[in-house]
């Protein structure tokens, strides 16, 4: 309801609310009054015309500095999807709940929902007519026990449909994805080079790093542009048959953005929110053909085989269901890959690996080669079993740093590429003997304390790994940072865990899978 | 963790966002930077010298009126909370996730919780650790299906624990209670005189309206004062044996109050969190002897006698673990009780009974006796079944206007109590017949529209009710209101839905109990 009889001017708030709108009234504002608004009631913004609209929660503003009495002050991202201007006259009024709500009461009442449910949720939520707290309803209710597969395909369909979708025009669009958890794991920007030299289309997009002390797109920053508007993507992708940008460009399944951004500070991350972010990312994205990497390990995401066995069953049911010819690798993840944690620490790996340096981390190399060797198998003229043999010949040829280059001048080369941090610290070993652990969270928190990925030059680099025999003394891995209280912050949290065990005896052999 | 050597200036920030804590820091904030905060990140603010603590979620700010940048601003509740003056020197840092937030992760995925789980989750609860989305979370994982009756009573307890608890020093001590959702219900406001003359100890106290057009304070309001101290609360109780003050004074179960902050937007009312509500304020209030009151009929909030009967039975096994003397009675929920909605019209009504008034709704009458009835007879000297008679004698006697004369005058009588508006609309019967349904629903929300509770004299005034026989044009209710724009409104939603329906014969005798 708008009772156009009451006109208030919009004022532009400069507070970033992040992905939750917020409208400001002031306490003295007759609206206030006599509309028995309440602080964090949803409100409904309208412009005069009734044209446009915005959803926002209410607070009450008790400071003329801030706004006046006759203005509705709007946050900045509230103002940008209005879409008026400072000073236009606008309505408020009381917000229906979404009427969706009625299929998450029937959730978590416990009854199962239709595709039809899962699609007014999502156009809901991507529309901003959930606040963060009924999306938290919506999904604890979907958690874990909650949801039957089938809602799971549902839900996954609903957040595709409810973005843009690309359109390759090609009948294999290769695409990769690593569920992440292990620093330095690196294996996107030589699988790209790979694949595309060998001619087979794969337009990678990839996220930056939220948790993580680097993605894949700060990473590959360091060396190129990244954030490429979708003419120029497709341009280069239809030259070099390959890309690595960075996904936040197109509008593809945004209701993924909207629902992690509740489920990341609560810490929901069931296997099934994992399989839908994923894949609703990537069929948006036009793959046809997708491998997905599971790695598994004491201190990776995904801690025992037989999780990691059931999410595989879990993402091969909804790809199946999507269309999507998908296939799983479970791999190794007790420690970092590579040496590199941090983004400028990272594309130095890469580039030592595409440059068939000898000093190239090989287990980066390994596992890279081994992805992409799954991938060219896509391809129906590589004859099982052959695609690592073709991948290492494609790396040792030169042909995948060539592309690489090519990828790199197309994006737009960085041509003031990050320096290492100047500020470094050593880490010793506190005792003769062998490296027996790398506690992955340990060592992505202190690159991340050291200014990862913010400062790119920053970061953990590992001169010993699982297995190395060391002298008390020897260096484990240096710390590098830009900035002195980062520096000093990571420092700090060396003191209280290293992130590295020392035993008597090598480690045992291990029960987790190869690289 | 704190980092003491980067110290901001703080500043109270006009904003008032309910429940919810907000702190606000300046985008060219270096902390801000330095320290990877994001907007709705957790934060604790702390005072230098560590004695003081507040947890806030965190919104940027980008307009130097708002705040400077070297400032770290509180929104208007957590500013309260810190204690500190405008101007002292502040620490901020990354919030650690409640450390009972584990035992939701439990909860999600479905597990029995403990005791200890629900203390510690409801004492970071009431030290406000936990976001609104973090609450969301919980009270869904907690909802319908998901609890045991052990967990509930668990529940409650731990909101008991979590807040101060009354004692009144006699072993009976009365309460009475209805879950609510029929309008002009106020039968308190006669019980509490007739019991009270009785020589029962009855302290009651209720809370305001929030979603219904009256709450028992407002409508005592009109009246008398409410907003009593618990000194002067204890010695009107010492006096006169009863009160009818508000609630909202004394730290009863402070967790209910945060809980309901969230439950209300979201819809979530499951029975179980009515029973935790009720049960823990209750107790936290001191009582020993308690009647819950459950209206059932078609737009009541409980609309089966089934449903009545198993919440009966929740009610009945948490009361009595708590060590409760409980009773539950099952009344007729099909229309609104009495004539007046709104606190000047309910408050006519009540004082038509207590005179002995011929004229006086009957409807409201025979259930305050009956209810009452039900309350003496906790008294081991009343006969069984004889509570009515009682009851009725004393009402007839006059003792009852009396006790509620001395209330007033010892609660501070209302010398100017709120005249009727006088904006009036009479809604009339579209066609001759019998009244068949009166919407509870739709006249609590057309005297809401009209300005109730807010403006005291506002609200809807009933002139037939169920099975009365009308003639086309004869007026139904009328509409009260102070203020041109909300009369407005609320005859406009009569235009959609009067709320009455005629039919051409009597309803049928009602399957719902009796009043």
């Not at 992040?18 to 409208?23: F, M």
């Not at 400028?344 to 890469?350: C, G, K, M, Q, T």
Request: proline residues 6%; aromatic residues 4%.
């Amino acid at each position: 309801m708008n009772w156009p009889e009451i006109q208030l001017k919009l004022h532009r708030i400069g507070i970033d609310t992040y992905k939750e709108n917020v409208a400001y009234l002031h306490l003295d504002c007759p609206v206030y009054r006599t509309e028995g608004f309440q602080a964090l009631a949803k409100v409904e913004i309208n412009s005069v015309d009734d044209h446009q609209q915005v959803l926002a929660v209410l607070n009450i503003v008790n400071d003329k500095n801030i706004m006046a009495i006759d203005e509705l002050g709007l946050s900045e991202q509230a103002f940008e999807q209005l879409g008026l201007a400072d000073g236009d006259m606008v309505c408020i009024a009381h917000a229906l709940p979404p009427e969706s709500l009625d299929a998450v009461h029937r959730k978590i009442a416990g009854e199962r929902l239709h595709a039809d449910d899962f699609l007014s949720i999502i156009r809901d939520v991507v529309e901003n007519r959930y606040s963060r707290m009924e999306m938290s309803a919506f999904l604890v209710a979907c958690s874990e026990s909650g949801m039957e597969r089938e809602e799971l395909l549902y839900l996954t369909e609903a957040m595709v449909k409810t973005g843009e979708q690309l359109d390759w025009g090609e009948p294999l669009v290769a695409d990769k994805h690593c569920i992440g958890g292990i620093p330095g794991n690196r294996t996107t920007m030589l699988v790209v080079p790979i694949v595309a030299a060998h001619g087979m289309l794969i337009p990678k997009t990839s996220s930056r790093a939220i948790t993580s002390p680097a993605g894949t797109a700060d990473t590959m920053q360091t060396l190129a542009r990244v954030d490429l508007d979708l003419n120029k993507l497709r341009e280069i992708v239809h030259r070099e048959r390959g890309c690595l940008a960075w996904g936040g460009t197109a509008r593809l399944a945004p209701a993924d953005d909207i629902l992690i951004s509740v489920e990341r500070p609560l810490s929901l991350d069931s296997p099934g929110q994992m399989v839908s972010s994923i894949l609703s990312k990537k069929v948006a994205a036009g793959a046809t053909h997708l491998l997905i990497d599971i790695p598994v390990g004491p201190t990776a995401k995904v801690r025992h085989m037989n999780d990691a066995l059931r999410l595989r069953k879990l993402f091969e049911y909804v790809g199946d269901r999507l269309g999507l010819h998908l296939e799983v690798v479970i791999t190794n993840g007790e420690q970092p890959i590579g040496r590199g944690i941090g983004p400028a620490l990272e594309a130095r790996d890469v580039i030592k690996v595409l440059e068939n340096d000898p000093d190239a981390p090989s287990d980066l190399r390994e596992k890279a080669l081994r992805l992409a060797g799954r991938i060219l198998e896509f391809d129906p003229d590589v004859r099982g079993g052959q695609g690592y043999a073709t991948a290492r010949d494609i790396l040792e040829s030169g042909r995948a740093m060539a592309k690489m280059q090519a990828i790199i001048a197309a994006q737009g080369m960085n041509t003031d590429p990050p320096k290492l941090g100047e500020l470094v610290m050593e880490i010793t070993a506190p005792e003769s003997g062998f490296v027996t652990e790398i506690n992955n969270l340990q060592m992505a928190r202190i690159a991340r304390m050291a200014g990862a990925p913010m400062d790119m030059g920053s970061g953990v680099d590992l001169l010993k790994k699982m297995g190395d025999q060391v002298e008390v003394g020897d260096t484990l891995y240096r710390i590098h940072a830009e900035f002195p209280s980062d520096f000093d912050f990571a420092v700090t949290l060396t003191r209280k865990d290293i992130g590295f065990r020392i035993g008597d005896k090598p480690p045992a052999p291990s029960y987790f899978p190869p690289l």
